[in-house]
């Protein structure tokens, strides 16, 4: 009897076994495989590379992108230290174990995030940079878009399974080429066996792949119930890059395992007799919402402040309401200009000493080329003739910045006016000069801002050359 009932236990042991199996295969996360010659953005292999599916902590490559770009935009420094929110250090590991109300330097986070995939690591960079994790997620998603990843919505920062929050193989490797031609200065994190997180040291995630296939550099692992086991890896020999993307992995092991089948099979494949083509670097998506100011163009174009336009006194008749303008023709930015520059040849310079405050005729119209759908434009219906109250010179700010030398004074204002309207804090309070010289017997115009202190000068350079405007500092008597 008792044999009888040790048959019937094992027998049933077996079968419940058998359906957990059953179970455990029908719910596998599907698989979907990339590869491509980092070189030349060319694809060597695909399987399902356009199915949307979970990336677990893939997405943190997403969260460091962006935490890149905010950093060469001057947003955020390495250095700053962050605040650590009670959301951040309540996700659940892997973590660094950071403590609410704790104060950690940027650059920790970062690695944290990089190397030990840290989630709150990665929360604390998106609130760091975007006030919170919800407007960092949707500065995510914006910046995939531009980057080409048509096919990627994320709705956090660490990669934990969510409602939308989805991405492609395909997409995930043109991110991780992505990482390494635009961030090269930062890309050696991805390749670390191991780091200083600010509070401990910890291991790479990756680490076993780096160790056993050669020329292996990176670059992030992921994974979630959801999600199974996912890598993004790039391997570099002789003059030969590949990247390969899996999604959907049963293990780690048999994950880096396919992985290196996948590498393998890019080397035998990139054709080397192809050019390098680097990938066109995109216009970073900001933070910054959209602003109401008020802008009265004048045709006092030698040298013109940029003020904060005040109230005059209250005029006879009632002002009537501004106008939202969205956008301009480019035609009438080339118009407004030239009426300028006309009036200025045509019209005595006004005299200011002991009389009242210049009269400015103004144009209510605001040059498309200067005005971006996400920054609309609020532009006052002036009165015929309005009062601008120029802001008093400081003492001590004789710096400037040159964002260059042109054949003609209606180009080097049309700079000017691109750069002051930009919204850019450093130049508030700047005064746009235009300085004509002679170099090499050609007649040149100068277009400048002056009356910076020597930390704004360099701040506003690093900022409009991030939006790809040629500027440089200039000194006091340059």
């Known amino acids: 009897m008792l044999r009888q009932l040790n048959h019937w236990l094992t027998a049933m042991v077996v079968f419940l076994l058998m359906n957990l199996y059953a179970v455990s295969i029908s719910y596998a996360a599907p698989y979907a495989a990339m590869v491509m010659d980092a070189r030349t953005g060319q694809v060597v292999h695909s399987r399902n590379a356009d199915t949307r599916l979970h990336p677990a902590s893939l997405t943190k490559m997403m969260t460091l992108y962006v935490v890149f770009q905010a950093i ?16 951040a250090a309540s996700e659940p590991p892997s973590k660094l174990g950071l403590k609410a109300g704790q104060r950690i330097e940027l650059k920790y986070l970062i690695r944290g995030a990089a ?4 989630n709150d690591a990665a929360t604390a960079l998106g609130e760091a940079v975007s006030g919170s994790e919800a407007a960092f997620a949707r500065r995510m998603t914006a910046t995939a878009k531009r980057l080409g990843m048509k096919s990627s919505t994320f709705k956090n920062a660490h990669g934990l399974t969510q409602s939308g929050h989805l991405s492609t193989a395909r997409d995930m490797t043109l991110l991780g080429r992505r990482l390494f031609y635009d961030y090269p200065q930062y890309y050696n994190l991805f390749s670390r066996r191991s780091t200083d997180a600010g509070v401990r040291q910890v291991a790479n995630t990756n680490r076993k792949l780096l160790a ?3 020329g292996a550099d990176g670059i992030k692992t992921g994974f979630t119930n959801a999600a199974g086991f996912n890598l993004v890896a790039s391997a570099e020999r002789g003059n030969k890059r590949v990247i390969a993307t899996v999604f959907g992995g049963k293990t780690s092991a048999s994950r880096n395992a396919r992985v290196a089948q996948l590498l393998d099979m890019g080397f ?13 670097r995109i216009a970073p998506v900001t933070n910054e919402k959209p602003k109401i100011i008020k802008v009265v163009v004048s045709g006092a174009v030698r040298t013109s402040p940029i003020p904060k336009m005040r109230v005059a006194r209250k005029p006879a008749t009632p002002e009537p309401k501004p106008l939202l303008v969205a956008a301009v023709d480019q035609s009438e930015v080339e118009a407004v200009l030239k009426q300028a520059l006309a009036e200025q040849a045509s019209e005595p310079t006004p005299t200011i000493a002991k009389s009242p405050k210049p009269v400015l005729r103004s144009a209510n119209v605001i040059p498309a080329a200067l005005v971006t759908t996400s920054q609309p434009v609020q532009v006052a219906q002036a009165p015929s003739e309005p009062r601008v109250v120029s802001r008093k010179s400081t003492s001590g700010h004789a710096w400037s910045v040159q964002l260059g030398a042109f054949g003609s004074k209606f180009e080097a204002e049309k700079t000017l006016l691109t750069a002051a309207l930009s919204n850019l804090g450093p130049l508030e309070g700047a005064s746009r000069r235009i300085a004509p010289a002679t170099v090499n017997g050609a007649r040149l115009y100068r277009a400048r801002f002056v009356g910076l202190s020597q930390a704004d000068a360099n701040k506003a350079c690093s900022r409009l050359r991030a939006r790809s405007q040629t500027c440089v500092t200039v000194s006091p008597g340059s």
């Open 268 to 280: 035998g494949r990139v054709n080397t007799r192809l050019a390098e083509r680097k990938p066109a």
């Open 72 to 87: 060469e935009r001057g947003e955020i420094s390495l250095n700053k230290r962050v605040r650590i929110s009670k959301h």
């Open 115 to 118: 190397v030990k995939s840290a």
């Open 212 to 214: 056993n296939y050669r």
